[in-house]
């Protein structure tokens, strides 16, 4: 058995164009995910133009925060460890189809005596952030790590909703997806006119058809800590939103050309992050119902690092998405070419953070 198993490994990394990316644990786990991010990000927000030790200069708050490395982990974090609102000001809309990324981390044993709140918000004032809470419209979703009745193997979540100035009552539900590990939550919030969906990690652990009002002018995204936060640690990262409702199949098969930012990698690799699996399913369920169809995938970066390294990079990407394809949705790879443009043809500025994270994307072409 272990001379097979060792064959089986040796031939995986010898066959050209096979990334290793598709086999990676983290990536099957999301086989259920359907998560798919907006068109064009809007919003990003990764604390690299802030110092080390400063609380973000683009946020607000009434409490502190600092931004910091950790060990272990890559990029620069938002630590929270008092109550407080806490806002980045440079969000002004969340228009009816607009999703939410970020990640959440805590350290293991993580016990505090609130949850962290993320809220869409219409409010009268921005200036008066602690009134997020009497906003005409409000969509408030929490989470609180390893708070299953003493469990630290899972976690709570709860929604609290306004709409048009009526408050519903809260609803609450436990997932393992909020388990205290040490391990990064992959929260995202997707909303879709008056329907909500809310993930953790792979789980959707919220579907709520008529959790806003259609008249809904949010214009605020706010995290809270409730009073006597305690011991409380809350590490945010990778703050992503992005608006539009994805049209896969009219892009591609009528226009001929679909660009998703949302197959996402690790930094400096070709290894396909597992929130992607929503857009690939999206792109191979086209693909599977247009069988004659002809694809050219083609990877672009930012302008971050060397030309050489980043043209490259992208040529592997672009393989790691076919490879993907092939393996896990049994699309036909002879279907499929590949290419990379490095940051030769950015659609963005590369000097914010959003416009970097708009021209790291990824193309699909019919041939």
């Given at each position: 058995?272990?001379?097979?198993l ?10 050209p ?12 786990s999301?086989s259920k995910?359907d ?7 809007i919003a ?7 110092s080390v ?10 409490a502190s ?13 938002l630590?929270l ?8 000001d ?6 009816e189809?607009?999703t ?18 993320l ?5 009268a004032n921005?200036k ?6 009497d ?5 408030n ?10 469990n ?5 979540s709860?929604?609290?909703t ?13 997932t ?7 391990k ?6 997707w ?7 809310v ?5 959707k652990v919220?579907?709520l ?9 949010f214009n605020a995204?706010?995290?809270?800590i ?9 590490f945010?990262?990778?703050l992503?939103v992005?608006?539009?409702?994805p ?8 226009e001929?050309?679909w660009?998703?930012h949302?197959?996402?990698?690790d930094?400096?690799s070709?290894?396909v992050k597992?929130e992607?699996y929503?857009?690939?399913k999206e ?7 247009n ?5 050219q995938?083609?990877?672009h ?7 050489a390294v980043n ?12 490879a ?12 499929m070419?590949?290419d ?5 043809q950015?659609i963005?500025s590369?000097?914010?953070?959003a416009g970097?994270?708009?021209n790291?994307?990824?193309e699909?072409i019919?041939k």
């Open positions: 058995m272990k001379r097979i060792v064959l089986i490994a040796l031939v995986v990394a010898l066959v164009g096979v990334s290793r990316a598709q086999e990676a644990p983290a990536f099957q999301f995910f998560f798919v991010p907006g068109e064009k990000i990003m927000e990764d604390f690299t133009q802030d030790g400063d609380f973000p200069a683009k946020w607000n708050t009434n925060g600092e931004v910091v490395t950790l060990a272990g982990q890559s990029g620069r974090w630590k460890t008092k109550a407080g609102v806490f806002t980045p440079f969000i002004t809309e969340l228009p189809n607009v939410v990324e970020f990640d959440l981390l805590v350290r293991p044993g993580f016990t505090a005596g609130f949850a962290l709140e809220a869409l918000t219409q409010m921005r008066n952030i602690v009134d997020w809470v906003g005409t419209n409000v969509f979703v929490t989470s609180f790590p390893g708070s299953g009745g003493g630290e193997s899972e976690g709570t709860s929604v609290t306004r709409q048009d100035g009526m408050d519903a009552a809260p609803s609450n539900t436990q393992r997806q909020l388990a205290a590990t040490g990064i939550i992959h929260v995202a919030l909303r879709q006119q008056q329907r909500a969906r993930y953790f990690n792979e789980e919220w579907d058809p008529r959790a806003m009002s259609a008249s809904a002018k995204l706010v995290f809270s409730g009073g006597g936060c305690g011991n409380c640690e809350y945010l990262g990778s992503r992005a608006t539009g409702a049209d896969t199949r009219n892009k591609l098969v009528t001929g050309k660009v998703t949302g197959i996402l990698f930094s400096g070709d290894r597992g992607s929503g857009t690939l792109i191979a369920g086209v693909l599977t119902e069988a004659a169809l002809k694809v995938i083609v990877g970066t930012d302008s971050d690092g060397g030309d043209l490259d990079l992208s040529k592997r990407r672009a393989a790691a998405v076919k993907i394809l092939a393996s896990a949705f049994k699309i036909d790879a002879g279907r070419e590949t990379g443009k490095g940051v030769a950015p963005d590369n000097a914010t953070p970097k994270a708009n790291r994307r990824v699909f019919k």
